[in-house]
């Protein structure tokens, strides 16, 4: 059974930065493509970024250039370091690990899923 915890979310004003954590445990995720998605109040939950077994990075358009995606794979973790926020960024953030092949940015690709980090963003 994968489990996958999401931590470092928080407050932080516009332009600030902040790091996400997502642990996995249950077993190795190094062969396994994960992501990040969030999801605001009201609205359908998107994707972020994402990140191949192999290391290979894709972004939302959005993000793209505030936003990079990282991860350990001897710790089992992957990152998401968030610069230059925006209040439009606040969301809750998950992370999640897929058995698919192909790296994608649809949700249904992805079997696993955090519980979700907060993250607000004050003007």
């Known amino acids: 059974q994968v489990q996958l915890v999401e931590s470092g979310g928080g407050l932080v004003q516009a332009g600030g930065s902040l790091r996400l954590s997502c642990a996995a445990s249950g077993r190795t995720l190094s062969r396994n493509n994960m992501a990040w998605f969030r999801q605001a109040p009201g609205k359908e939950r998107e994707f972020v970024a994402a990140?191949?077994?192999?290391?290979?990075?894709y972004y939302a358009d959005s993000m793209e250039g505030r936003f990079t995606i990282s991860r350990d794979n001897a710790a089992n973790t992957m990152y998401l370091q968030m610069n230059s926020l925006k209040p439009e960024d606040t969301a809750v953030y998950y992370c999640a690990a897929s058995t698919v092949p192909a790296l994608s940015q649809s949700d249904w690709a992805y079997d696993y899923w955090g519980q979700g980090t907060q993250v607000t963003v004050s003007s």
């Open positions: 990140i191949s077994w192999g290391n290979n990075k």
